[in-house]
């Protein structure tokens, strides 16, 4: 095998390969921020950049001439890998991230005259991580019939030596996004809310309603789903992105790249890197992402916000509404859930669920309240908690400070607006349960998996 230069400019390892020309982007920042690029990747061919960064030897050339627009976790990570002196690193990530933010926005307006392809939208963050929130810690009884039990779900001091979600300095990662998905918005979902993909991945389906007894197919394939008021979005529809639903059947768009776990909170999409050990908000447009955080092990979306865990112990943090910004919430617990209102921790011994109180009261005192006793996993949704019971077998609805027995809980469990859907354990059929009438009604199946929301009101 020999290791001369290719037309690429992938040589040997100790070879720069082919000297690239003059940058030639839409813009002039797109071309500032392209020769940024060749200079951080100075000696290093598009073979080396390839194996490294999973991204084709072409996508590399487009962001070394400006012709494309490098994503901006990408550009931080390559900027981290190549700059090993600290102080360097932390003024070129600024620098990244300055002309990052200046060729996205000239992006948006009109091409200066003699620009040449469009370099697709990218994720566009000029914040820098900020630092993270302290919160006092604090013991915390409650009285549950007639015992005083100690919640383990604890309000603790931060140690300001310890790494969480919202740490400064610590760059994100994860992968490059996939460049040239048209600009486009996630559609608003009417209907019934309630999505399902087909045994092994074949069609995206949604429910027709009570009465139809039919399911729509609005995709050929897929592998999870997420859905929420920010619309609905699939993984594996082409590829291992992340896709938005068009609003009608058959029209999908790429809005992200891979990650280990999405959320939905309101109008708002989260990815968390495939690494994990960053967070991004999609800027509802396009392949846009904004960085907020990280590292994070999981995370959890609903109306009180976006949540994640702490990857080295577990702790919960709320996300503040500013990148860099995340509050301390508990230590760790077995399971969390989000109702419209709520989060609920199962503890870490599964004893006891209790409900965060912080956006109720302001009492340092008192963040957390018994809510029921023993759970396997928690459920929630705009219809309310669920839980099932410490066997796993049953489900349950929490009401009037304690647990009901519902029946079989089934392979999957998903919350909507008023009913709960449940994917029997063979994966043959879809159920619904009304709790108007406490009654169970086959809706379909068989089915993959399952996703529900609570749908606006038209389009």
């Known amino acids: 095998m020999t290791g001369g230069t290719t037309d690429d400019g992938a040589g040997s390892a100790g070879r720069a390969g082919r000297r690239q020309g003059a940058p030639r982007g ?3 920042q797109a071309n500032a921020l392209a020769s940024f690029v060749l200079e951080v990747t100075d000696g290093v061919t598009l073979r080396e950049l390839a194996e490294r960064y999973h991204v084709g030897k072409t996508v590399w050339g487009e962001y070394r001439s400006g012709q494309k627009l490098v994503p901006l976790d990408l550009l931080e990570r390559l900027v981290a890998d190549r700059t090993p002196d600290e102080a360097t690193r932390v003024s070129r990530t600024r620098t990244a991230r300055r002309l990052h933010a200046a060729a996205v926005d000239a992006a948006a307006g009109p091409p200066e005259p003699g620009a040449v392809s469009d370099p697709g939208p990218s994720a566009p963050t000029d914040t820098p991580p ?37 740490a400064g300095g610590k760059l994100p990662s994860g992968g490059a996004a996939q460049d040239g998905s048209p600009p486009v918005r996630a559609a608003p979902l009417t209907g019934t809310g309630v999505f399902a993909i087909g045994p092994d991945g ?14 729509t197919r609005i995709g ?11 619309g609905l979005f699939a993984t594996g529809v082409r590829g291992d992105g992340l896709f938005a639903y068009g609003g009608s059947p058959g029209r999908w768009h790429q ?5 280990a776990d999405f959320a939905i909170s309101g109008t708002r999409v989260y990815r968390l890197a495939p690494d994990r050990g960053s967070v991004h908000v999609w800027d509802g447009r396009g392949t846009s992402w904004t960085w907020v955080g990280g590292p994070a092990s ?15 112990d577990g702790r919960i943090f709320k996300y503040a509404g500013r990148p860099g910004e995340w509050e ?7 399971d969390f ?4 209102r709520h989060l609920y921790g199962l503890t870490p011994d599964r004893a006891m669920v209790t409900r965060w109180l912080a956006p109720e009261t302001r009492d340092a005192d008192e963040k957390w309240t018994w809510a029921a006793g023993p759970a396997g996993a928690l459920f929630a949704g705009a219809a309310g908690l669920f839980s099932t019971d410490p066997t796993g077998t049953r489900l349950r609805h929490y009401a009037k400070n304690a647990w009901h027995d519902i029946g079989p809980a089934g392979a999957e469990v998903r919350v909507a607006g008023r009913e709960v859907f449940v994917l029997t354990d063979d994966r043959t059929s879809v159920r619904r349960w009304d709790p108007r009438t406490d009654t169970w009604t086959r809706v379909g199946g068989p089915a993959g998996t399952l996703a529900v929301t609570v749908p606006r009101a038209g389009p």
């Open 202 to 215: 074949d069609g995206v389906l949604q429910w027709d309603g009570p009465g139809a007894g039919d399911w």
């Open 220 to 230: 050929d394939t897929a592998k999870r789903l997420w859905a929420g008021p920010a």
């Open 255 to 259: 809005v992200g790249e891979p990650g």
């Open 130 to 166: 900020r630092r993270r929130r302290h919160r006092l810690a604090v013991g915390l009884t409650v009285t549950a019939a007639v015992a005083v039990v100690a919640l383990l779900l604890l309000v603790a001091l931060l140690p300001s030596g310890s790494e969480d979600i919202s």
């Open 328 to 334: 301390f919430v508990g230590t760790a617990g077995a």
């Open 337 to 340: 859930a989000l109702t419209d």
């Open 26 to 28: 839409r813009t002039e």
């Open 298 to 312: 999981k995370l959890y979306g609903g109306g009180p916000g976006l949540f994640a865990t702490n990857p080295k």
